[in-house]
Every structure is written in structure tokens, then in C-alpha cells.
């Protein structure tokens, strides 16, 4: 079974720029979570998809937006970038459904460099 | 609110000893636990898990957890590591039901460095 596929691993962008994270789950996993990772605030919970419906969010501004396809792949979306967003971006799939066990399989990451 | 404590951010081992990695929590409801592990420029991996019944769980790689309800702790053993255990490990909770289930609230993390 393949694993959480993230595209692109590495990113250089310029400030004020947008970018666009890719996200597929394990096939049959219906949740699809993002969680930024920095040295200084450590594993962040960014916003929770499941459904294509935001099910959860993190305490993030605005510019970090999400998205989720009928075919359980999810989008994030920086924008107007600023230094401070330069991060290792997870993402994690699960079946997460009422009842069962939340175990959460992560990709390799994003790592996104904002000069 | 549930916050996970990880009450040391670097252990240095030498190869063959024993390891504990300390992870408290807090939370007012039940929760669901984790351990997870983050080698250099990759993704995290889980360790072990701990949803309910027997409060010893056994993960991969010869680790175990500990589940103490009363002392709101799940501390990471290894009664003898390897320089591959070399990596960060990270405990984590959540909720785990409904439509909480999906979002984990991680500690800072401690750096495992197991020396020759």
C-alpha cells in the first residue's frame, strides 16, 4: 500500500508570494491533516479535512487555507508569504471515522524556504 | 484544552544502555496517546499507540510505552538502544472521537543521541 505521497519535497519561495502544497493520503483514508513544523514552536496543527469539508482548524491566520478533492487529496495554500512561514509542512492521513482509532500515517514533508 | 509535555529536549545515551523519554499530559477528557519519531529530513513514523486496555503497549523497534492515568504520563523505554535510534521522538494526543479525531496536539520533543 503506498504511503502519503507530498509534493513538492522542497520549495524556495520570494516574500509576498503564493504557494500551493500537495497532499495524497493512503488510498481509503478519508481525513487529511497539515501541521506546520518549526525549530522555535515545534509541531503546529494547521486545519483538518475530512469529507472535502474543513472539520477542524488550527490557530492560524488567514493565509493558510485548505482544501480537499472528492478523491480525498488536499491542497494547502500560503499566501502573501512572509519570512516567519519558512517550515517543514506535514501532512497526515487517517480514517479517523467516529469510533475508531485515530492513528495518523505522515509524508516526508514540504520544506519550504521563504527568502 | 489537552498540552503535552515533554520534559526533556535532548537525551544523550550511550550505545546498549537503557532509555526512558518522559512525556506528560494534560487533559480533562479521555484521550487517545502517541509516540511518533522523526529522523533527519523525513516525515514522522509511529511508534506505538495507546487507545485503551492493557496500559504497557509495545511499539516497533523494541519500544514500549507506559500508560499511568493517575500521573497523566506515557513514558517512552528501550531497554537497550542502538546508534540507529539516533532521531527526535515526539509524544502526542488527541481526542480520538468524533470530529476531534483527527487533530493531534504534539510536544515540543527530545533529541535522542545515542553515542558509541
Known amino acids: 500500500k503506498a504511503g502519503v505521497t507530498q509534493t513538492p519535497r522542497y520549495l524556495i519561495k520570494t516574500r509576498g508570494q503564493q504557494v500551493t502544497l500537495s497532499c495524497s493520503p493512503i488510498s481509503g483514508h478519508r481525513s487529511v491533516s497539515w501541521y506546520q513544523q518549526t525549530p522555535g514552536q515545534g509541531l503546529q496543527f494547521l486545519f483538518e479535512?475530512?469529507?472535502?469539508?474543513?472539520?477542524n482548524k488550527g490557530n492560524f491566520p488567514g493565509r493558510f487555507s485548505g482544501r480537499q478533492f472528492s478523491n480525498s487529496r488536499s491542497e494547502m495554500n500560503v499566501s502573501t508569504l512572509e519570512l516567519g512561514d519558512s517550515a517543514l509542512y506535514l501532512c497526515?492521513?487517517?480514517?479517523?471515522?467516529?469510533?475508531?482509532?485515530?492513528?495518523?500515517?505522515f509524508g516526508q514533508g514540504t520544506r519550504l524556504t521563504v527568502v | 484544552a489537552q498540552s503535552v509535555t515533554q520534559l526533556d529536549s535532548q537525551v544523550p545515551v550511550f550505545e546498549e544502555a537503557p532509555v526512558e523519554l518522559r512525556c506528560n499530559y494534560s487533559?480533562?477528557?479521555?484521550?487517545?496517546l502517541f509516540w511518533y519519531v522523526q529522523y533527519p529530513n523525513q516525515g514522522l513514523q509511529l511508534l506505538l499507540k495507546?487507545?485503551?486496555?492493557?496500559?504497557l503497549v509495545k511499539g516497533i523497534n523494541g519500544f514500549e510505552a507506559e500508560f499511568n492515568k493517575s500521573q497523566t504520563s506515557f513514558h517512552l523505554r528501550k531497554p537497550s538502544v542502538h546508534i540507529s535510534d539516533t532521531a527526535e521522538y515526539f509524544c502526542?494526543?488527541?481526542?480520538?472521537?468524533?470530529?476531534?479525531?483527527?487533530?493531534?496536539?504534539f510536544g515540543q520533543g527530545t533529541e535522542l543521541s545515542v553515542k558509541p
Open positions: 497526515a492521513s487517517s480514517l479517523s471515522m467516529p469510533g475508531m482509532n485515530t492513528e495518523a500515517f
Open positions: 495507546y487507545l485503551s486496555g492493557s496500559t
Open positions: 502526542a494526543v488527541s481526542r480520538g472521537i468524533g470530529n476531534q479525531g483527527g487533530k493531534l496536539i
Open positions: 487533559s480533562s477528557v479521555s484521550v487517545y
Open positions: 479535512y475530512f469529507s472535502e469539508t474543513q472539520r
